[in-house]
């Protein structure tokens, strides 16, 4: 039987990629000249760190870093910005998490969506991704616009497309 996998992933060397150029745009902007801020990617757990002296400064770089994934082709939609927290002196740290594999409550909003489209095909939640199947591969290809069409909190790709 024809199936497809929806799952939510974010390319590691693209997300390096994007992180490097806005850490290149900060470093050579005027606002930041002399500023002691950092941006770091912790590759093993997709956590973008920053650490600045302001409000107004770390907007700014969260703003580059969003611009620079959106140039890259990467869904802003993935990035979960954690809470403030004061670092030493009057330096301000964050913490960007990368959310990677859909969530359950995510994939149960999948789930019921495709159930309620009417469309004859068996959706499966199978641990961070969601294995939809049918007889026919238009169907599938319905499921795929239906869900292009909806939000559901993070982006989703449609990958193993199978006959």
Do not use: H, W
Request: aromatic letters at 4%; a positive charge; one cysteine or more.
């Amino acid at each position: 039987m024809p199936s497809f996998d929806i799952v939510s992933k974010v390319d590691a060397q693209t997300l390096d990629n994007a992180v490097n150029n806005a850490k290149k745009e900060i470093l050579n902007r005027y606002d930041f000249n002399g500023s002691k801020s950092t941006i770091e990617l912790d590759k093993k757990t997709n956590v973008i760190t920053v650490v600045t002296e302001d409000d107004m400064r770390l907007k700014a770089i969260q703003d580059s870093i969003i611009s620079r994934m959106m140039k890259q082709q990467l869904d802003p939609k993935s990035i979960d910005f954690g809470k403030e927290i004061a670092a030493s002196g009057n330096m301000i740290r964050k913490e960007l998490t990368i959310k990677e594999g859909i969530d359950k409550e995510a994939a149960k909003k999948i789930v019921a969506k495709i159930k309620s489209s009417g469309l004859k095909v068996q959706p499966a939640i199978m641990d961070d991704q969601v294995r939809v199947t049918a007889k026919k591969i238009d169907d599938l290809q319905a499921v795929i616009s239906l869900c292009r069409n909806e939000d559901f909190g993070q982006p989703l790709q449609f990958i193993n497309m199978r006959n």
